[in-house]
């Protein structure tokens, strides 16, 4: 197999995000894109050691769990990837590419359940467009990149993920610009005007902020462009239009400069009947509704709060701090975006909150001066996890119980790995899916800090458990021993009962019982688990 050459295969799984793996004469080809069940044709392009990458060329076949996307631009736009699969569909699929991911890691914890989004479709209070061609010097086009992309893009006429006022607007902009003759901002010859739209919307008042992005090349009618968009007939009320001027070189939406062109720079969303001020640059979560499912689990696996100390890292703009303050001692937040904290404060304000501090900075350097012990930690990072002298440092806390919240699973996985070196289990995970149509998911786990009185709540009667099986071959005591002697590490009789049923050795009803309801059951980490196992072999139980 090389370089180029053709290949014809069914995908026998999709990995996360969208990699379909395929098996071609015993060895395993990643083709972005395609989906399992479907028979495709790919060209080998890349090719190292222990991996070998296609691209998709065709589908010959399409997966039976396929159905025609409902998005006209699915295929073309690459936003979307999983429009032609059923909403249930998605959810399974996304749940059991995670549970892929736990495995392959190492790690061994349990996915309680994928919670779906209250709304499928026109879900996303924010989106970025882009300004571009649909092709190599083409017309102006305004949407999303296309497939595989990096330059061409895709004009959205009816985009099934964002509100339908955004397609109004978007198509209406678009037809402005064009009728002008304006140019968009080539990314190679750093030549034009045009950047990106950038629109919000509340989905609880239907306010709207527009932003467009401009380099400073051209020059915008700054209120021919106002009375265009409030001109247009939408559901929403336009309350804020801004234009943000950029001239670096980077394709981000970042601002020189931004200027309120009509009404406010600012809108509200509501969530728990709270209201959250946002503003252009700040942290809100994409689909309003699906946050609140979201932190529906952050507050569940926060547990009780009363009289206790949270501290929420990267907190945006202090949702989930906000959300716990009412039920908690003091919350505090840390967030890098100013912009967002200034907005947090002055949220928790409107909130009528006042055990909320919100500090602006970055979280691998504000730690260092928060010296209080906090009792539970919320971390909600960017994409890419926490940055590890960060993680160090969030570890030294030493707290008893901390929430990961995260958007991306693959650095949920390396960043889980950490906290489990450093004694923490996974205690409970769920995941939410608040993207719709897309490979992207939520996961939201509890960690937990293995301490030796953990077991004290356990009810362990050692004599009933295991006295009737007849696999009895060695006691607890020995195993413990042989352990200990062997490997230099102790094990619990709650870990050998765990590591005893895995194994499928029958145990007494009565193992692992806690006490009362909220006791906690830590899990038997994977190192002991591993040893058990060979003590169990070596006293032929297994
Ligand atoms: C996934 S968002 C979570 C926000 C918030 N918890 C929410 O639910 O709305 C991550 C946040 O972390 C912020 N952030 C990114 N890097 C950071 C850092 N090094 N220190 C502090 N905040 C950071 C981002 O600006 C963003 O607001």
Redesign the pocket.
Known sequence: MKKGDIFEGKVIRTEFPNKGIIDIEGQKVIVKNALEGQVVRFSINKKKRDKIEGRLLEVIEPSPIEQPAACKHFGICGGCRYQNLSYEQQLDLKKRQVEELIEKSGLSFAIENIYGSPITEGYRNKMEFTFGDEEKDGPLALGMHKKNSFYDIVTLEDCRIVDPDFNVLLQAILKYFKEKGETYFHKIRHEGFLRHLVMRRSVKTGDILINLVTTTQSRLDESEFVNMILSQKIDGKVVGILHTLNDNLADVVQSDETKTLYGQDYFYEYLYNMRFKISPFS???TNTLG?EVLYDQVREYVGETKDKLVY?L????G??AQMLAPVASKVVG????EE?VEAAKKNAVDNHLDNCEFIAG???KVVDNLTQKPDILVL???RDGI?PKALRKIINFNVDEMVY?S?KPTSLMRDLLVFREAGYEVKRCCLVDMFPGTVHVETVVLLSQQKPDDTIEIDLDLDELDATSAELKATYQEIKDYVLKEFGLKVSSLYISQVKRKCGIEVGENYNLPKSENARVPQCPKEKEDAIKAALKYFAMI
């Not at 990267?314 to 703009?317: R, V």
């Not at 840390?334 to 975006?337: A, L, Y």
Request: proline fraction near 8%.
């Open positions: 942290f809100f979560q946050a929420d990267y907190t945006g703009t949702t989930i840390v967030e890098i975006v967002a970055d979280v691998l909600d990072p960017p940055h919240v958007c």
